[in-house]
């Protein structure tokens, strides 16, 4: 601030105005102060609101990239066209199965398989193989790999005489079953099957001959895994196999992290 000099015959008036500024200012002071004080409150009160939301954006951002679903899913549905086409070899049967849990698609739960597979069955006793094959099309859609899906689809497509189509999932039911025995031998927990649902459990004891006869989850190395009694209804043979269930326990775990 710059200094000014005043003559004598200012100081009359000097002195009044000094008086009557201190008046004022003594009056109006706290006033304007407050006032200040709140608008720089709100202010600030703003400013971090506005980081707050942009770091729950950042934060939401970052739990929907705890899986990369754009790639899973583009790679899914590049192994799904191979299928499709025939070019398919033994490793994309293997590839699809650890493929599939990652995708954006997997529930699982399996709810929709579930309900569809239960539809399927019902039109196969009842003959109806359109509607049969229309369940079908909807458990394949949802999940390519599906043991109950390629099975309903063969039976309906040979009682329809589609020979051809029947053969199809056949081939690919074969194909599905065999990845499963490539990843162990089910005896024990370090040898498990590796399995994505308990549809495709199920349908793999039932396939062999085996009903279930009880369950029970371990845990090998702090891999979850489902150990299935299995008995040969005509033998009466005993058993039990281990299934690897980690690609259902850990998407559970991961959706509900990214949905918090």
């Not at 583009?74 to 590839?95: C, E, H, I, P, T």
């Amino acid at each position: 601030m710059h200094r000014r000099t005043f003559s004598p015959r200012h100081l009359f008036s000097l002195c009044f105005i000094v008086c009557f500024s201190i008046f004022v200012s003594a009056c109006g002071s706290t006033p304007s102060t407050k006032g200040t004080a709140q608008t720089g409150n709100q202010a600030q009160s703003k400013v971090d609101a506005e980081k707050a939301a942009l770091a729950k954006q950042q934060q939401e951002a970052a739990k929907k990239q705890i899986l990369n679903y754009a790639k899973a899913d583009a790679d899914y549905r590049a192994l799904v066209a191979k299928f499709r086409s025939g070019q398919a070899s033994n490793g994309d049967y293997d590839a699809i199965t650890r493929v599939y849990p990652l995708t954006s698609n997997y529930n699982p739960y399996a709810s929709a398989e579930q309900t569809q597979k239960l539809v399927a069955f019902e039109h196969m006793e009842s003959k109806q193989w359109d509607a049969c094959l229309r369940a079908t099309d909807i458990i394949l859609n949802e999940n390519f790999t599906s043991l109950t899906g390629h099975y309903g689809a063969m039976v309906c497509h040979y009682e329809q005489g589609q020979q051809a189509q029947g053969e199809f999932h056949n081939q690919l039911l074969d194909g599905f079953i065999d990845a499963v025995w490539r990843s162990g031998d089910g005896r024990s927990p370090a040898t498990a099957f590796y399995i994505t649902s308990s549809n495709d459990l199920y349908a793999f004891v039932q396939m062999h001959g085996f009903i279930v006869t009880g369950q029970s989850l371990v845990y090998h190395q702090e891999r979850p895994m489902d150990a299935i009694s299995v008995e040969n209804p005509e033998t009466g043979e005993e058993a039990t196999w281990y299934f690897d269930v980690t690609a259902q326990f850990r998407r559970g775990i991961l959706d509900d992290l990214e949905a918090r």
